[in-house]
């Protein structure tokens, strides 16, 4: 299967990744490849399987509803871009 | 605009429209701590002091359920007489937003917790029944904040990772009024499982409205427009008149109606396109592979069946039956579990020899306008349940009338008095003496024979002329029956 | 005594218990060797002066009952550790600090191990060769121009190059076992739900489990024994009886039946894989088990399904760098045009790929035909495996399908570097353990791996498999330290 460059800029879009005209033809190209290598999959009939999700043989577990983390906003913010002690600031959204 | 009262119609020269109405439902759930992390969920807590690694997002941080949540959310299902699914899996909604740390939202898409359900609506012109079609847990995102600084926007996280219930109504409603009514029915029903506080201020209850109209008796749904994250009645209301109308107004003009995200300008009063949203619909929902699917037995569910308390509906039967309410009464009461508890406590400190009647009218007369004036929720009444039931006895037995009871109630909102008390203190037990009422009678009669005599020729309306001149005479205090009888007899 | 950065982490660690070794002196001894290495390009983060401060203050009251007493370790730089960058071999968490540590390194520094720094990756750990890591290629000791195999590309050069007693890797697809069987190591990748992901940097949250790398099954072994714990903290971390692994070891496999699964004799696979998959089955022969012909009949599909699911995970877990919280932000007009320029910027070629891969195959009309669909061949892949465990313990298979390839010889071919990992990720898929030995070596003397794959939870199982073929292999690596002048 080939994936054109609509395909490409849609996708770029969705995983909010920019590229550019070179970047999207190169892409184009590396994914068709990949594609054609995973349409194999098509050779296959699935249609009364089951699908997997987890391998974990096991149930999911629950915690008991207790407040354990403390205020860490220190923490929290310290590894952000900007600076502001009290904050995450991103640039203006206009909603 | 609508001819009948239960209706709600749009009319244009030719056409006449109906609204179809469906909501979606975001209840905070009562919890202690987040759904997949231990911060906690307090209201109004400085800006991110509630954030911990995993509600922030940081590398290799990884979600573990609070079984609390998981346990609200199945009682809330049961308190929506819906189907609880013994199996649902979390997904995650992958979005980019500057409040939503992790990319995406975990929140169950294609196996909910709890399945298809009703809630019943009592109308002015009857019951209603509305289905659920499902219900699901899901993680609330942080707060942008766009109006502190000029240039950026602030992100607050504390509010990321509390758990929510969706809860999705089929498109079942069809005027603002029923939008009203299902909304206050679906929050007394939380708040008397414990499930959400539903308090709309702090944005513990809010809706996505979405709106689509049709021409009356069309059987097809038109294009339908969603309306996000209103957070009042009183919005949601004047949200669906503006968006019905927009509505009606393009399908007149011959143009297209767009499916779309809006927003309600709550200044301007109106709906408009929310452009943030609109390259972000394809969610890529799958099954998030940090999770597992939860699995619930069914010992589990009827464990907590076992907790379920009596809800509004069936305590409704139960006041209409027991007390011999009538449904009105008994709709107003049971509204809030707290006024329920409230008359309930009242009914029982009233002890045996109980008027029933005499008591809701004062719980919804008297007591509730206090309320309104202060503001107040009934749990915050001035007057306690036991000095009310004891105001109510004291004019069930005679020992005060009706009128001087109002007197006593002003009296006691300040400091919750005991209205006995009040009664001795101020020398306002009634007059019952009948040998004392027949004196002040007789003085009565005497300073006013021509009257008298009119009466005694046929003049009836006279009557109600000496009953007030022996009230008056007394001081308000006088037992009006027994000078009822005593004036037939002495007239 | 040998020199101390040529002996095992047994014999170091019975040295250090002794008192003839000091941890001191283990740690500045790897420390020395490090700085000679720079040339390998194994470090990303060097966390050498607090190294040795702990070593001193292991020196000072050293608990000597504990499984890692002062002993120095370098880990994959996937791991978060605590006041120490970790980069995950990105731009995009150049100067990302952890305030918290992984559970797995935790599980080390409570045995008593200490931090000598961190190993260069993948980028994201996204690749067969490290040739995607934003800190550049590592170098395999194994000789000047190689890959040393990926994405625990750094852990196993530090490993063979001797800049580290033992270390830890990932594995989603075969980056524990590939880079073992390129630089003649021994790498264990866990039963799913084994070790804690809880503060391992995501890639495939179904697919991702840390693992152990050492010079020997013993050591191999120990090391697990030491980070494999339930842990709350993880979801699919999963709650069962662990054994001593180093404890229970034992060379008896006799009576053990081990499976040869016909699909892996794959096209193009070189002569000498061929034969030392032989040599292998002798092995295990000679030491008593049985061999039985198995058959995985959806091998083949293997690498297809492991394509969609592992980028499309990827793509959601990657998410989280937007920009905002942590890490590298470019500057941007608006809240969009930040993240596209930050992803942008902030994501490598291969990176890039694989969300872009897993962003197509979740989105809306794809689904189906691709996520749902790998999702079912994976249960298909995982029946195979539940079939064949009906006959046999365990399986034996090559490790890879070739020898080290030269830095930049797949470079530019996304598939052929993909292939790299057929013998490995059909285990991912289907959550089992496996561990990779070194078993021999090709014309050019670069070492090739067997693998040994068990039954879900039986760790113990083809560690006692491996250290009795180990026995019989007698493998030696050629190293000449040609990169220290």
Same mark, same amino acid.
């Given at each position: ?47 009364? *399987? ?16 207790? *407040? ?21 600031? *991103? ?5 | 605009?609508?001819?009948? &009262? ?116 009592? $109308? ?40 929510? #219930? ?23 029903? $939380? ?25 009356? !008796? ?17 919005? #949601? ?17 011959? +143009?297209?109606? !767009? ?17 943030? +949203?609109?390259?972000?619909? !394809? ?31 069936? =305590? ?56 309104? %004036? ?18 109510? %006895?004291?004019? &069930? ?8 009871? +109002? ?39 005497? !300073? ?10 046929? =003049? ?18 006088? %037992? ?9 007899? +002495?007239? | ?15 250090? /218990? ?38 001193? /203050? ?174 709350? /903290? ?252």
């Amino acid at each position: 299967m080939s994936i054109d460059l609509k395909t490409i800029k849609h996708i770029s879009k969705l995983s909010r990744i920019s590229v550019d005209e070179q970047k999207a033809e190169k892409l184009a190209e590396d994914l068709s490849s990949i594609f054609e290598f995973i349409e194999k999959l098509n050779q296959l009939n699935t249609d009364k *399987v089951e699908p997997l999700t987890s391998v974990a043989e096991t149930s999911l577990k629950f915690r008991s509803d207790e *407040v354990k983390s403390k205020n860490i906003r220190e923490q929290i913010i310290k590894n952000s871009p900007e600076d502001n002690k009290d904050f995450f600031v *991103v640039p203006k959204v206009v909603e | 605009m609508s001819k009948n &009262k239960s209706e709600y119609l749009i009319e244009r020269t030719n056409n006449i429209y109906e609204v179809v109405i469906g909501l979606e439902v975001h209840a905070q759930v009562t919890s202690n701590s987040k759904l997949f992390s231990s911060s906690s969920t307090k209201f109004g807590a400085e800006p991110n002091t509630q954030v911990s690694l995993v509600d922030a997002a940081f590398p290799g941080m990884l979600p573990v359920i609070n079984e609390f949540c998981v346990k609200q959310a199945i009682k809330t299902g049961i308190g929506l007489r819906a189907k609880i699914n013994k199996r649902s899996v979390f997904d995650r909604k992958n979005y980019f937003y500057a409040d939503l740390p992790q990319g995406y939202q975990i929140s169950q898409f294609k196996y909910p917790i709890v399945g298809e359900g009703t809630v019943i609506l009592d $109308m002015p012109d009857g019951q209603k029944e509305i289905g659920i079609e499902r219900l699901h847990l899901e993680q609330d995102a942080g707060k942008s904040i766009h109006d502190m600084d000029p240039q950026n926007t602030l992100v607050d996280l504390n509010r990321s990772g509390v758990a929510l #219930m969706e809860i999705v109504s089929k498109p079942d409603l069809r005027t603002p009024e029923e939008v009203s009514t299902y909304i206050k029915k679906l929050r007394s029903i $939380m708040r008397y499982l414990g499930t959400c506080d539903g308090n709309m201020q702090e944005g513990s209850l809010r809706a996505d409205v979405n709106v689509s109209v049709r021409l009356k !008796d069309s059987k097809e749904l038109g294009t339908r427009c969603e309306i996000k994250n209103v957070n009042s009645i009183k919005f #949601m209301q004047m949200a669906i008149d503006y968006e019905a109308n927009r509505q009606v107004d393009l399908i007149e003009d011959g +143009k297209i109606i !767009d499916q779309e995200t809006r927003l309600f300008d709550t200044k301007k009063n109106e709906t408009r396109s929310m452009r943030s +949203k609109e390259d972000a619909h !394809d969610y890529r929902y799958f099954p998030d592979p940090d999770l597992l699917p939860l699995e619930v037995s069914d010992e589990f569910i009827n464990e907590l069946k076992s907790t379920i308390p009596e809800l509004p509906d069936d =305590k409704k039967k139960r006041f209409i039956e027991e007390f011999k309410l009538s449904a009105y009464e008994a709709t107003i009461l049971v509204s809030d579990i707290e006024i329920s508890k409230y008359f309930e406590e009242v009914i029982s400190k009233m002890g045996k020899n109980q008027d029933i009647k005499l008591a809701v009218n004062w719980i919804t007369g008297e007591l509730f306008a206090v309320l309104n %004036n202060k503001n107040l929720e009934i749990t915050e009444s001035p007057i306690s349940a036991e000095n009310l039931a004891k105001l109510v %006895n004291l004019i &069930k037995n005679g020992t005060i009338s009706g009128k001087i009871a +109002k007197t006593i109630f002003e009296l006691m909102i300040d400091g919750d008095r005991d209205p006995q008390k009040i009664v001795e203190e101020k020398g306002l037990k009634q007059e019952s003496d009948p040998k004392a009422l027949e004196a002040l009678i007789d003085k009565i009669i005497n !300073d006013n024979r021509e009257k008298a005599i009119e009466y005694k020729q046929g =003049k009836e309306k006279l009557f109600g002329f000496f009953v007030g001149q022996a009230m008056k005479a007394s001081g308000g205090k006088a %037992n009006p029956q027994l000078i009822n009888e005593i004036l037939k007899k +002495k007239l | 005594m040998s020199e101390i950065t040529n002996q095992s982490l047994t014999s170091l660690a019975q040295n250090i /218990k002794d008192k003839k070794l000091s941890s001191e002196e283990v740690t500045k001894a790897f420390i020395e060797r490090s700085e000679k290495s720079k040339e390998l390009n194994t470090y990303i983060s060097e966390d050498f002066s607090n190294a040795i401060d702990k070593a001193k /203050k292991f020196d000072q009251n050293p608990n000597l009952n504990l499984k890692l007493p002062g002993i120095p370790i370098a880990v994959k730089d996937l791991f978060c550790t605590q006041n120490v960058r970790t980069t995950a071999g990105s731009k995009i968490l150049e100067n990302f600090i952890p305030t918290y540590e992984s559970t797995v390194t935790q599980n080390i520094w409570d045995e008593g191990a200490i931090l000598l720094g961190k190993l260069n990756c993948d980028e994201f750990a996204m690749g067969s060769s490290n040739e995607t890591s934003f800190y550049g290629n590592v170098q395999n000791p194994i000789d000047k121009g190689l890959v040393p195999g990926g994405s625990s590309g750094g852990s196993a050069a530090a490993l063979s190059g001797k800049l580290t007693p033992i270390t830890i890797g990932t594995d989603t697809g075969g980056s524990i076992r590939q880079p073992a069987s390129f630089t003649g190591t021994v790498g264990l990748k866990p039963t799913y739900g084994s070790c804690s992901r809880y503060g391992i940097v995501a890639f495939a949250s179904s697919l991702d489990q840390a693992g152990p790398m050492a010079q020997n099954v013993k050591d191999c072994a120990l090391l697990q024994e030491v980070i494999s714990t339930y842990d709350k /903290k993880d979801s699919t971390s999963i709650d069962f009886k662990r054994n001593e692994y180093s404890k229970e070891l034992t060379k008896d496999i006799k009576g053990k039946k081990i499976g040869i699964p016909k699909e892996y004799r794959v096209d193009g696979m070189p002569k000498e894989i061929e034969e030392l998959w032989q040599k292998g089955i002798q092995y295990v022969k000679d030491c008593g088990a049985e061999i039985i012909d198995i058959s995985l009949p959806n091998t083949s599909y293997a690498l297809p399904t492991y394509y969609i699911v592992a980028p499309a995970e990827a793509s959601s877990n990657l998410a989280r760098y937007d920009g905002v919280k942590y890490g590298f932000r470019a500057k941007g007009e608006n809240l969009i045009d930040m993240y596209e320029k930050t992803r942008s910027e902030g994501f490598g070629a291969e990176v890039q790929r694989r969300i872009m891969i897993g962003t197509y195959v979740l989105s809306s009309g794809y689904y189906d035909a691709y996520y749902l669909k790998a999702q079912k061949v994976r249960k298909l892949i995982k029946n195979d495996f539940d079939e064949a465990y009906k006959k046999v313990d365990a399986i034996l298979t090559p490790s890879t399908p070739s020898s080290a390839f030269k830095i930049g010889e797949k470079k530019d071919d996304p598939v052929s570097m993909y292939l790299n990992d057929i013998f490995t990720v059909p285990v991912n898929l289907a959550g089992l353990p496996a561990i990779s030995i070194p078993a021999g070596h090709d014309a050019s003397g670069y070492p090739l791996g067997l693998q040994i794959i068990g039954k879900a939870f039986k760790e113990q199982e083809i560690l006692n498999i491996a250290y009795a073929m180990e026995d019989k292999i007698n493998f030696k690596n050629n190293i000449t330290d040609w990169w220290i002048k």
